[in-house]
């Protein structure tokens, strides 16, 4: 599964799975925002790493894919539409006859789509969580700077978009983690964050855990930064929740 299919957009994406299984679970990873001046072309490489990883250490079948607007994908970035990907993506896992059930599992703003993802579909069987937003309000109080901020990433490419760029970043504010994450079904939530974050302050983690159910599994990583990706104690802890669940 080299790439997938988002309203007629080519997704690249890198799938992974342990040998010699007839069915195994599935998890979806899912990337977050990039950072600086042409960060999308760069976006979601070293999840590829990660999905080879869960495959071999942790016996998952494991899919991760780079977003509208980032990477090799086509089209733009918009709120909407990296949640339609997430939804296409979710869509082509589950219709593997060797997948069993899908989790997802999001890094930064990539978690963020998972707490809205999980709480509108009832085939997510659970979602962890890492350094991620419970509000995208602060995102856009500048609603010009982050356009500008969104352009110099490169997650849009085309001239001209967005054709509105008041509705483009009012349903980006709109989005409410915090709504989602009261309405997941009860189902395992491992939500990580770590004490050091300087770009999502960690009372985010539990403002998230106290709008959940008791289910969520709140883990602060000490001195743990907002890029949680490459901090080898919140891999150690999805790889312990992955094994948890079966």
Request: net charge negative.
């Amino acid at each position: 599964m080299e790439e997938i299919i988002s309203d007629g957009l080519k997704l690249g994406a890198h799938f992974a799975r342990p040998p010699g299984v007839a069915r195994v679970p599935g998890l979806l990873l899912l990337a977050g925002f990039p950072r600086g001046p042409g960060g999308a072309a760069n976006v979601g490489n070293t999840y590829r790493s990660l999905v080879d990883r869960i495959a071999r250490d942790a016996g998952w079948a494991a899919l991760t894919f780079t977003f509208r607007g980032t990477g090799t994908s086509e089209g733009d970035f918009s709120i909407e539409g990296w949640l339609a990907d997430v939804r296409a993506a979710l869509n082509a896992l589950l219709a593997r006859n060797d997948v069993s059930g899908v989790w997802l599992a999001g890094f930064r703003l990539g978690g963020t789509l998972a707490v809205v993802s999980a709480a509108d579909d009832d085939r997510v069987r659970g979602i962890a969580t890492f350094a991620s937003p419970a509000t995208l309000k602060t995102w856009v109080r500048e609603p010009a700077w982050f356009l500008q901020y969104a352009h110099d990433t490169g997650v849009l490419p085309t001239e001209g978009y967005p054709p509105d760029p008041q509705a483009w970043t009012h349903a980006i504010s709109a989005l409410d983690p915090l709504a989602a994450a009261a309405r997941i079904p009860p189902r395992p939530w491992l939500l990580v964050h770590g004490s050091a974050d300087d770009v999502v302050p960690v009372s985010n983690a539990r403002e998230l855990a106290a709008a959940a159910d008791e289910q969520v599994e709140l883990r602060i990583v000490q001195n743990g930064p907002h890029r949680l990706r490459h901090d080898p104690r919140a891999i150690a802890l999805l790889l312990g929740w992955l094994d948890r669940q079966y």
